[in-house]
Nanobody, 113 residues
Framework: QVQLVESGGGLVQAGGSLRLSCVASGRSSRRVIMDWFRQAPGKEREFVASDNWSSGTIYYADSVKGRFTISRDNARNAVYLQMNSLKPEDTAVYYC??????WGQGTQVTVSS
């Protein structure tokens, strides 16, 4: 079983930045895909970014390309999401996902206009 602990959410003004962290512990492996998703109130959970350590590929949702950057620290079994030029429509609970199966508890990001 893998435990995921997310942090870094908060309240920020439009145009600001936040950096989310997700650390995996327990029976974790570096050779997995780690993703970020988000869910806004009244909406379905949506994909934000993914990092496939094995293939070296990174994907972003069109809505965040050029503003968000996903990165990993394999020594810490951690994945990060650097979010710049934040917009009010980025307001959501952000979730980390491990190996396409296990979810973190989520961290709230609120962007004020």
């Amino acid at each position: 079983q893998v435990q995921l602990v997310e942090s870094g959410g908060g309240l920020v003004q439009a145009g600001g930045s936040l950096r989310l962290s997700c650390v995996a512990s327990g029976r974790s492996s570096r050779r997995v895909i780690m993703d970020w998703f988000r869910q806004a109130p009244g909406k379905e959970r949506e994909f934000v970014a993914s990092d496939n350590w094995s293939s070296g590929t990174i994907y972003y949702a069109d809505s965040v390309k050029g503003r968000f950057t996903i990165s990993r620290d394999n020594a810490r079994n951690a994945v990060y999401l650097q979010m710049n030029s934040l917009k009010p429509e980025d307001t959501a609970v952000y979730y980390c996902r491990y190996d396409q199966s296990q979810w973190g508890q989520g961290t709230q990001v609120t962007v004020s206009s």
